[in-house]
């Protein structure tokens, strides 16, 4: 039989009304299109697949195939009987519960953290719990040897005795239960969603039937609905001891980490990880070397996760490639990706199957008669709990990892320990011991804002490249988008801290203003490009109608913001601007920047009599445009922590390392601080206190301007780090404590990134509150983070220190 992968797609009945003969009646309607139960990025994954259909591009190895779902008796026999759907402990809710939720109608219900049944949502959950069921028995029956079940919600996360992560029904858990009932003796899951496939695992925990390994990010558990962690010493109890494996991939794997675990642990296997197209192609040829070798290539591809509208279409379909071990890709990767520290990624793995050797008895060689792999996308946007006692406990993934069974078991008694975050700083300056404890102040933080600013629209696309590809019917709206803005002006209008602000008008720059820190040329360029109605600049960069009128809102914004300290109304001023700028250089745009407000406000500053400014960027990006305006010259130091990413083309080609410090007079005045992917709260602030903080005590600036962005927090799609509220908070305190000591408080405040369309807003909002100095937070945080590997952010932080120390001369008693 030939392989073919057979795309089952979620039928919807819904009932319209027509009109017959001038009779109004209602009709029963099937479509293959996935309306009610489907939102935008379940579309894109869809329409993705009819086109490769349509357009003949897997030919004879793809069929679209429509699959009716069963309501499954199963539930309904477990609803009736009042039962979980296997013998587990009593759970927060059944089975039972969902289905009288269901019945009554139930309206946002809140199960568990971030998973609500709303009107149509058990109806979706028995579609894919029945779509999965009829992908396996179609491979079971002999039909086909390649499945793939897109469905949603998903499911791995729902475990035997209640919802989890979205989760409401576990479909892969049901899938491999038919293919046990149906006689395979062994089945063997392996998932690559970026969260631990904990309620696959806990379903088949006991048994020797079933091998579950699931790669994951370190993330812990999250809450009671999630009280497994993921790590590695749950390796199953009684006879499934040694059957439950996972891997915790440190935040920041990308395809060669990916690739070597999966060879290293599988063959022989999320919100940060840095998997891209080639990766997810590179699994789906391993996947499928698998089954070809033990399972006569039977393989169920499952639909999990996978956040991002666009590019999870464009990874499945790299999957599906892999899978059918196609010889050459079949579509380009529309995006760049973040280059991952595979070594760090190598040494955890390497440490995993050291700790498997000494942990797993060894048996003989596994014979499994079918594979279960879910294809899980890389999910940007993973909403989970707050937390108020911090991270879970875990060790450190570069140290021995201890076995031990110390887990909620089926009883529920597991010991689970939750402590605040390491943190050993050892900030020895009196700017970070001032901002600990420091009283609040009564001043008022002056906001510059203007609405005008709006009026630049990027279009839509694949993220961010402007392209329609013309197979996907939803298309991303590009991520510096109005509504970001508009989200932060109305959490400082209406939340609690708006009793400290005072808000003023911007205004428009003028052109002999750009002047001072752009050339000529390229400000005749952008008035040309206006002129036309549109032009793409650069990657991700588009001049359209109202961009340039909201460039130059946003340049004159910043220096209205900056004139106003300097003309001694405000010690703080806050300039709420778009489009950014801290890329935008003296002679070309870059990274959706065209004009650089900050630099421009520096210019000011230095115009107006200051003698020494210190600029210090925690956008996740390099602030390469602000660092190339000031890079030979010792009158600006400018200080960026961002994420180890490098260039990204002939617009950007800085690289953003330790090793470019500035040259000529300007020698040692521009100071790189590339943290690793996955740095959060404990890493940055770190840094701050052994890398920042010392370095303006030797500089002494006489004015401080701080730029900000949110693309550094925990749930950014344009970023990899985990910064929460706490930490953008924690900046903002040692920020106000150096300017309390070097520049009589006086700080500019300029806006830069932050495309969370909500969590930006509540990022800023606790930034400004440490800016402020305030005793307690006025905000909670209204989402949980991912847990970050401080002790490697620590160690890399170290290790730049030295490197200052050896060749900035300014620096070296530091």
Request: hydrophobic content about 35%.
């Amino acid at each position: 039989m030939d392989k073919r992968v057979i795309t089952n797609l979620m039928e919807e009945r819904r009932w319209v009304e027509v009109t017959n003969n001038g009779r109004r009646t209602t009709e029963n309607v099937f479509t293959g299109s996935v309306v009610r139960h489907c939102p935008r990025r379940l579309f894109s994954l869809l329409t993705l697949a009819l086109a490769c259909v349509e357009e003949g591009r897997f030919r004879q190895r793809l069929i679209s195939g429509r699959v009716s779902c069963k309501q499954i008796k199963i539930f309904i026999s477990c609803a009736v009987q009042r039962v979980p759907l296997l013998d587990q402990v009593p759970c927060s809710i059944t089975v039972t519960e969902l289905v009288q939720a269901d019945s009554a109608g139930a309206n946002n219900k809140k199960i568990c953290e971030c998973t609500f049944l709303n009107p149509g949502s058990w109806d979706a959950a028995l579609l894919a719990a029945g779509t999965t069921l009829s992908a396996m028995k179609h491979i079971l029956d002999g039909h086909a040897k390649i499945a793939y079940a897109l469905v949603r919600p998903p499911g791995h996360h729902a475990q035997p005795d209640r919802a989890d992560g979205y989760c409401f029904l576990n479909n892969a858990g049901l899938a491999v239960k038919l293919a046990l009932d149906s006689g395979r003796r062994r089945v063997a899951v392996v998932d690559i969603d970026v969260h631990y496939g904990n309620g696959t695992a806990e379903g088949f925990y006991h048994t020797d039937s079933v091998l579950t390994i699931s790669l994951h990010m370190k993330h812990g558990s999250w809450g009671p609905s999630h009280p497994q962690s993921g790590l590695v010493d749950e390796t199953g109890e009684g006879r499934g001891l040694g059957y439950n494996l996972n891997i915790p991939l440190p935040n920041g794997s990308g395809d060669a980490g990916y690739e070597y675990a999966m060879n290293e642990l599988v063959f022989d296997p999320n919100g940060r990880q840095c998997l891209t197209m080639d990766g997810y192609r590179k699994i789906g040829q391993i996947m499928r070397g698998m089954a070809d070798q033990h399972s006569n290539g039977q393989i169920l591809i499952v639909q999990e996760g996978g956040y991002h509208i666009t590019y999870s279409a464009y990874c499945l379909h790299a999957t599906l490639e892999g899978v059918l071990n196609l010889q050459a890709p079949l579509l380009d990767d529309p995006l760049g990706f973040y280059p991952d520290d595979e070594k760090y990624t190598m040494q955890a793995v390497d440490i995993i199957k050291k700790c498997w050797k000494e942990s797993i008895p060894q048996r003989g060689p596994p014979e499994f008669r079918s594979y279960t792999a879910h294809a899980y996308l890389v999910n940007f946007q993973r909403c989970e709990p707050a937390r108020t006692h911090g991270a879970p406990e875990e060790e450190d993934s570069r140290s021995r990892v201890k076995t031990s069974t110390n887990r909620p078991t089926r009883s529920g008694k597991g010991n689970v320990t939750v402590a605040a975050s390491p943190m050993e700083s050892s900030a020895s300056s009196s700017a970070a011991v001032a901002a600990e404890g420091a009283p609040a102040t009564g001043e008022q933080l002056a906001v510059f804002w203007h609405e005008g600013m709006v009026a630049h629209d990027a279009g839509r696309g694949v993220f961010d490249s402007g392209h329609d590809p013309g197979f996907l019917d939803v298309l991303d709206q590009h991520p510096e988008n109005a509504d970001r803005v508009r989200n932060m002006v109305s959490i400082l209008r209406r939340g609690p801290i708006a009793r400290f602000i005072s808000w003023h008008s911007g205004r428009p720059a003028h052109a002999a203003e750009l002047l001072s820190f752009h050339s000529a040329e390229y400000i005749e360029e952008l008035v040309q490009a206006n002129a036309v109605g549109a032009k793409k600049l650069c990657e991700g960069t588009f001049l359209n109608p109202g961009s340039w009128g909201a460039a130059l809102l946003a340049a004159g914004t910043t220096l209205s913001a900056m004139k106003h300290i300097l003309d001694g109304h405000a010690k703080i001023a806050y300039a709420l601007v778009r489009p950014p700028g801290h890329h935008a250089q003296p002679d070309r745009a870059d990274g959706y920047c065209f004009l650089n407000n900050a630099g421009l406000a520096v210019k000011l500053a230095l115009d107006s009599g200051r003698r020494k400014v210190a600029v210090v960027d925690i956008d996740v990006h390099y602030g390469n445009g602000t660092a190339e305006g000031f890079y030979h010259t010792d009158s600006v130091l400018t200080i960026s922590l961002h994420m180890k990413h490098g260039s990204w083309g002939p617009s950007h080609p800085q690289s953003g390392s330790v090793d470019e410090i500035g040259e000529g007079r300007g020698l040692g005045y521009n100071l790189n601080i590339p943290l690793p992917n996955g740095s959060g709260d404990a890493g940055y602030e770190y840094a701050m206190n052994e890398l920042v903080v010392p370095a303006i005590e030797k500089f002494r600036p006489e004015l401080l301007v701080f730029v900000v962005g949110q693309d550094s927090s925990t749930f950014d799609p344009n970023g990899r780090q985990c910064l929460t509220m706490d930490g953008y908070r924690k900046i903002g305190q040692i920020m106000r404590g150096m300017a309390d000591q070097h520049s009589n408080g006086q700080i500019l405040i300029v806006q830069e990134g932050g495309y969370h369309i909500s969590y930006s807003a509540y990022c800023l909002h606790a930034t400004l509150e440490g800016v402020l100095n305030l005793q307690a937070p006025l905000l909670d945080d209204p989402i949980a983070y991912y847990p970050e590997d401080e002790k490697y952010t620590m160690k890399v932080v170290d290790i730049m220190k030295k490197c200052w120390k050896e060749s900035i001369p300014f620096l070296k008693d530091i």
